[in-house]
């Protein structure tokens, strides 16, 4: 990851955002640099493998629902919760990597306004790395990424995403 910090967006309507920044964040903690993942929209049932994985990589993933999504809670609430978390980690002297996934849907549910992430990010500390996911693109956040991948669905299996046969 380097000595100097850097601000990615990830988007798309392909499927791969978040496990691709999880593969940033397995990667950063290997190199010993301290790792934040924050969800937004997602709880805790979502990805239990990965925040199984991270727990043994050294990754804080704090979970602010036990459900597999926001729906079933106070949205607004949650998103409160979850921001004040990332806005602490990316503030943090000890500086490392911040990944904010789904927080431009968290943005376009109008639960985060996206200029009030685009002055957290601006204003982070400056050994501090963050990624963005999320489907939608939103040009504030676009203007503060040093990088901007798009991922596209050109094929779409329906059986992914669901549990292997035995």
Known sequence: M?????????TGQGWGKSTAALGYAVRASAQGMSVTMVQ????????????????????RWPVFTPGLTWGGE????LAS????????AMASEEGGL?????ITRAVDHGLI????????????HPKTSVIMTG?????????????????????????????LAP
């Open 74 to 77: 106070d949205p607004q609430k």
């Open 113 to 124: 306004d996206a200029a009030e992430v685009a002055r957290a990010v601006r204003a982070r």
């Open 40 to 59: 937004f929209l997602k709880g805790g049932a979502w990805n239990g493998a990965e925040a199984a994985l991270t727990a043994l990589d050294g990754i």
């Open 135 to 163: 489907k939608i693109g939103l040009q504030e956040l676009e203007e503060v990424a040093d990088t901007v991948t798009v991922f596209t669905r050109s094929k779409h299996d329906p059986k992914i995403g669901k549990p």
């Open 98 to 102: 911040v990944i904010l996934d789904e």
């Open 81 to 88: 919760w979850a921001w004040q978390e990332a806005r602490r």
């Open 2 to 10: 380097g000595t100097q910090s850097f601000v990615m967006l990830l």
